[in-house]
C-alpha cells in the first residue's frame, strides 16, 4: 500500500496540484452526468464574440457556479453520452494508477492496467444496453478493488486531519459530491422555466447512478495521488533519461522514445508526426540559413547520397519548415521557473530519384541569435564528438518550436476554432433540410469540447499556461490568429489546396509523405460521398442557387454578426451559385472536423505525451554558439511538469468516439443508404491499402502512419 507522509506533504500540496487537477475535472464530469437528467429548454443557437474575441463560437447559458465549478447549460444533443463519459473515466482511471506507481511500480502488480484499455475497446462496440451495463459493473468493480487495496477511505482520512488547521473542517470527497447532488436538485426546483426532468434519461438510471460511484472514486484516488511522495520535485534537478522514462507505469511509453535521436526520426516526424504540415518547397535557398554548396554536399555525404545543393534546388528536392511565426510569443513563467520560446528554421532534403530509398533528410537548423539580432545560427549534423550534444540541442529546439506551433495553430487554431463557427448556422438550417441532416453529425460534441478548451486549458494558471512555453495571452492570440488566417481564407483551405500551396503534392519529388498520401485517399472518399449526396438534392447548379435556407446559411456564414468567415462562396461573398462549390466546402468542413483533427490529435499519445521527443516549453536559453557543448536534457521541463504534460496529452489523444462513415440509423432518410454504403464500402478498401503502405514494403514507412487509417478517426470534434 503506498504511504503518505504526512509531515512532509503539506509543504508540497500547492505544487502538487498544479498538476493536471483530475479532481476538478471529475467534479465537472459529474455535473454533467447530472444534466442528462435534465432537459434544457427552448435552446437557441446563436454567436458569441466573448470568449475567444474577436473568434465567432456558439454562445452557452452558464449553471450557477457549485462549488467552484460552472458547466454549460446545453441541449441533450450536446451533452457526451454515457460512452463517451465512461471512456474518458477509464482513462482517468489509469492516470491515477500510473501516478501510484511512479515511485513504487510493484504497488498495484494485482491490478492490470490492459483491462482497462479492454473496457475502454468494448464501450465502442456494443450497441445493446446490457454490454454497456456490463462494462460499467466491471469497472466499478476494479476501482472497488484498487480502493479496497489502496486503504484509500483510511489514508485521505489521515491527510485531512494533517492538513487542517484547528477547527477549520474542509469537506471531504464525499461530502463534496453530496453537495453537487443537492445544489444540483435545488437549480432544477428553482428554474423550471429553464430546465425539466429528462424523462428519456430515467431508463438510464441504474447506469448514472453507477457512473456516479465511479466518478467518486476516480476523485478518492486523484485526491490521494497529489500527496504522494517521495515528491517530484526532489528528483527534478537531476534529470535524466532514466527519470522521464520511470514516468511510464500503467501509461505505456511511446515507441518514439528508443528512437527520437536518429535523424531519419527526427526527419520523419515533417511528414508523419503530430504537426506533418510545415514543409514547404524551396526554389531558391533562404537567406536566413547560411549554408554553402560544399556545406550541403558535406551533409549529404554524411547521410550516404551523393549530391548538390544547385541540382537539389533546382530539382525541388529542398524543404524548409518555418516556425518564425512563433517570433510574436513572448516567454512564459509557470509556475516560477522562466520558459524559453523559439522560432526556428529547419532544412530537409530528398535523395536524388537515382536513389531507392528517397526518405527526407536534415540538412541544417538556424534561428536569430537574440531576438533583437539579425544574426541567424546555423546547426548541421556534422559535428566533432566533443560537440555532438549542439545538433541534439538544435533537433530538440525544432521539436519544441514544433509542439507549440502544433498544439496553438495546427490543432486549437486550425481544426477547434475552425469549425465553430459552422456550429450556429448549421442548427439555425430548418432539422429536414438536407445539409444539416450531413453536417450535424461532424458537429456533434465541438461546442462542449471547445468550451472546456477556453474555460479550463486556455485560461490563466490553466494547462496550456502551464506547459506551453509562452505566456497564456501570446497563446491564446497566436491560437485565434492560427483560426482567422483559415477562417479569412476559407476557399484555399480544402485539403489539396493546402498540399498544393506548400509544394509538396508532387509524389516524384517527395516520395515519402504518410500524412499526405493517406490524407488525400480520405479527402477523395469524403469528396465522392458528399457529392453523391448532394446530386440525390440538386439536380443542377440553378437548384442550388435557388434554396433560400442554403443561401441563408452561407450569408450567416460571412456576416460580421455571424460566423465572420471570409472568402466563402462561389463568389467569396457568400452566395453559393454551383453544386461543386457545395461539394468542395461541404467537404472541407468534413475533412477538417473528422480527418485534420484525428491527424493532429492523436498523435498527443503515441508521440508527444513523452517529454524527451516532443518538448512543450524549453526552461535554459537557446545555445548562442554551434559550438557550445550542452546536454538537451539541461533544457527540458521539469519531472512535475512532464507528468503534468502525460496526463493532458494521454487524456487528448485517447479518446476515441464515433466513426468516421457510421452515421446513426435516423441521419438520412431511406434514398441516401446506397450512397451512404459506397461510402462506407471506399472506406473500407482505404482501411487495406493504408494497412498495406504500412506494412513499409518499400522500405519508406520507419513507423507505421495510422492516424488516418478510417477506423481511427472519429466522426467529429468531440475530444
Known sequence: MSQINTEDSSSTLNQKSRILDIVDLLKQLYLTVNLREAAVKDFTYEYNYDYLNPLAVTNVTQCPTILGNTIPLLPKEELPNLKWLIAVIIRLVVIQLNKFLIPQPNLLNSINAVSLYAMDNEINEPEVQEELDAVLLKLKSTLEEVNQYQKVDEQLALVRIAHQPERITHPSIDEEFQEIDKQMAQFLVENPERVTLNLEELSEEPKIQNLKEIIKSTAKLAELAKYQIPSLKSASDSSSLENYNKQFQAIAKPDISYHFQEDKYFAYMQVAGPNPVMLQQLTQLDLRLPITEDKYSDVANFYGVSDTLNNALAEGRIY????????????????????????????????????????????????????????????????????????????????????????????????????????????????????????????????????????????????????????????????????????????????????????????????????????????????????????????????????????????????????????????????????????????????????????????????????????????????????????????????????????????????????????????????????????????????????????????????????????????????
Do not use: C
Open 320 to 719: 524548409l519548415a518555418d516556425y518564425t511565426l512563433l517570433d510574436t510569443l513572448v516567454n512564459g513563467t509557470f509556475p516560477q521557473k522562466q520558459k524559453y520560446i523559439s522560432a526556428p528554421l529547419a532544412l530537409f532534403a530528398v535523395p536524388p530519384s537515382s536513389y531507392r530509398v528517397r526518405s527526407l533528410f536534415p540538412v541544417a537548423i538556424s534561428y536569430q541569435q537574440t531576438s533583437i539580432s539579425n544574426n541567424w545560427i546555423l546547426f548541421t549534423p556534422l559535428v566533432t564528438d566533443t560537440d555532438a550534444d549542439t545538433w541534439m540541442t538544435a533537433k530538440n529546439i525544432v521539436q519544441m518550436a514544433d509542439s507549440n506551433y502544433h498544439e496553438l495553430v495546427s490543432h486549437l487554431g486550425r481544426t477547434h476554432l475552425v469549425v465553430e463557427p459552422f456550429v450556429v448556422a448549421t442548427n439555425q438550417l430548418p432539422d429536414h433540410h438536407n445539409l444539416r441532416r450531413l453536417l450535424k453529425p461532424h458537429l456533434e460534441g465541438t461546442v462542449l469540447i471547445n468550451y472546456g478548451a477556453h474555460t479550463m486549458l486556455i485560461t490563466p494558471e490553466g494547462r496550456v499556461d502551464e506547459l506551453l512555453a509562452s505566456s497564456i495571452g501570446s497563446s491564446q492570440t497566436l491560437g485565434i490568429n492560427g483560426a482567422q488566417s483559415y477562417l479569412f481564407n476559407f476557399n484555399d483551405i480544402a485539403f489539396p489546396d493546402t498540399l498544393k500551396s506548400r509544394g509538396v503534392d508532387d509524389v516524384s519529388k517527395l516520395p515519402t509523405y504518410p500524412y499526405r498520401d493517406d490524407g488525400l485517399l480520405i479527402w477523395g472518399a469524403i469528396e465522392s460521398w458528399v457529392k453523391e449526396y448532394f446530386s440525390l438534392y440538386y439536380s443542377n447548379d440553378l437548384s442550388v442557387l435557388n434554396d433560400k435556407d442554403l443561401q441563408t446559411w452561407a450569408s450567416t456564414l460571412i456576416s460580421p454578426e455571424g460566423g465572420r468567415l471570409q472568402n466563402f462562396g462561389d463568389d467569396r461573398q457568400g452566395q453559393i451559385k454551383t453544386l461543386d462549390y457545395l461539394v468542395k466546402a461541404v467537404s472541407t468542413i468534413i475533412f477538417t472536423a473528422s480527418a485534420q483533427h484525428a491527424a493532429v490529435n492523436f498523435p498527443q499519445k503515441k508521440l508527444m505525451m513523452y517529454t524527451p521527443a516532443f518538448p512543450l516549453a524549453r526552461y535554459i536559453p537557446v545555445p548562442i554558439d554551434p559550438q557550445q557543448p550542452k546536454n538537451f536534457i539541461h533544457g527540458l521541463a521539469p519531472l512535475e511538469q512532464a507528468l503534468s504534460q502525460i496526463d493532458l496529452l494521454y487524456l487528448l489523444g485517447s479518446i476515441y468516439y464515433t466513426n468516421l462513415g457510421k452515421y446513426s440509423a435516423s441521419a438520412f432518410q431511406p434514398h441516401v443508404i446506397p450512397t451512404l454504403q459506397r461510402f462506407q464500402t471506399n472506406l473500407k478498401d482505404i482501411q487495406q491499402q493504408i494497412n498495406q503502405r504500412n506494412s513499409n514494403s518499400k522500405g519508406d514507412r520507419i513507423i507505421p502512419y495510422e492516424f488516418l487509417l478510417p477506423t481511427n478517426i472519429p466522426q467529429s470534434i468531440n475530444i
